[in-house]
């Protein structure tokens, strides 16, 4: 059993600290920024500092504030995704506290965002406003369309959002392929929403079937980069749509660029990067076949941030295992 007496929120997040307080109605909820931006020679903040124990907070703001909390015993991501903290971290000396993250809730943020765009292409919603633009009522570039039911999409990366995702795609008739680490023959129970799932080794199948390729990875050692170069030539004889709502590195922007000027890819929608922002002389701004989005495919949804943070937070409490934690050496 751990005992705790308070918890501390450095998260930007509008009503989250009031969503807390009434999940946890026993428990001092604390904003930890006025303790961050007080006077230095604040004995009183900096006690205060080095005695939080649980924090709930946006891994960007983590970053540069967790060295501050030497009592710190488990810190929860607002986000999905915590690559910006990792970068921070030696895995070979880690430190003590848990990290998890909001793994929960993501999924039906990231799956509106994906299906809403497949529904938009094949129906060409984006053909119909550049007419609309026109005053031309123009019925010939409709004349020939898919039905979800017709479409195969490849998910890299098949945990709790992925899985999401698969599941969706598969209530609408999709054929969907997923990229699992290993035993993918042995892990087939595991995904009863995937049809078919590869491994890393057979990579060039699974985009060579599927008409849409979403990217959900993290950025860890394995995946970086693991799109780069002349990968995506697998995808040319099917003129694949490429979707990353995952991590940017998974491939280098000239691999990208180059693989929709070969024609490799018809299209991409863009939601992560290398560099975020985009730098204004991207190449990928330009292009008439991407779309780009600012990174808010997965935005933080404060009830279902709260929700994962109470579960966990009573499992904390129990001495229990909590969801979604981080391994800090797989970095995922």
């Known amino acids: 059993m751990s005992r705790v007496a308070a918890v501390h929120i450095l998260s930007e997040i509008k009503h989250l600290h009031g969503l807390v307080q009434n999940a946890l109605p026993n428990i001092k909820v ?3 920024a006025p303790l961050l931006t007080s006077d230095p020679e604040n ?3 900096k ?3 080095s005695e939080i124990e649980v924090l709930l907070a946006e891994p960007g703001l983590a970053k540069r504030y967790f060295h501050l909390f030497p009592s710190l015993k488990w810190l929860h991501s607002t986000f999905a995704g915590v690559d910006t903290l990792l970068k921070e971290i030696d895995p070979n000396n880690p430190p003590k506290f848990l990290l998890t993250r909001s793994g929960e809730g993501f ?5 509106d965002y994906v299906i809403g765009y497949i529904i938009a292409k094949e ?4 053909d119909m406003k550049e007419g609309q633009d026109n005053c ?3 019925t010939g570039k409709c004349s020939s369309l898919f039905l979800t039911s017709q479409l195969n999409i490849g998910i890299l990366g098949v945990g709790e959002i992925g899985k999401h995702i698969a599941k969706t795609c598969k209530f609408l008739g999709m054929t969907t392929w997923g990229l699992v680490r290993s035993n993918a023959e042995e892990r087939k129970t595991q995904y009863p929403e ?3 799932l590869c491994i890393k080794s057979n990579l060039d199948h699974l985009l060579s079937n599927c008409d849409y390729i979403c990217n959900i990875l993290p950025s860890t050692k394995d995946t970086r980069g693991l799109l780069s170069g002349d990968v995506l030539a697998a995808c040319k004889n099917r003129k694949t749509t490429f979707i990353n709502v995952g991590r940017g590195d998974v491939i280098d922007d000239d691999s990208l660029v180059n693989a929709l000027r070969s024609k490799w890819l018809d299209g991409a929608i863009l939601d992560v990067f290398n560099t975020e922002p985009l730098p204004s002389d991207s190449l990928l701004w330009k292009m008439p076949n991407v779309i780009i989005t600012p990174h808010i495919s997965g935005l933080s949804v404060p009830s279902l941030v709260c929700k994962v943070f109470q579960e966990n937070f009573e499992l904390f409490s129990e001495g229990k295992n909590l969801k979604f934690e981080i391994d800090w050496l797989k970095a995922y």
């Open 107 to 111: 999924g039906h943020s990231i799956t």
């Open 43 to 45: 004995t009183v903040a």
């Open 136 to 138: 031309a009522w123009d």
């Open 123 to 126: 129906r060409h919603f984006f």
């Open 194 to 196: 995937v049809d078919h």
């Open 30 to 32: 604390i904003d930890a």
């Open 47 to 49: 006690k205060q500092l």
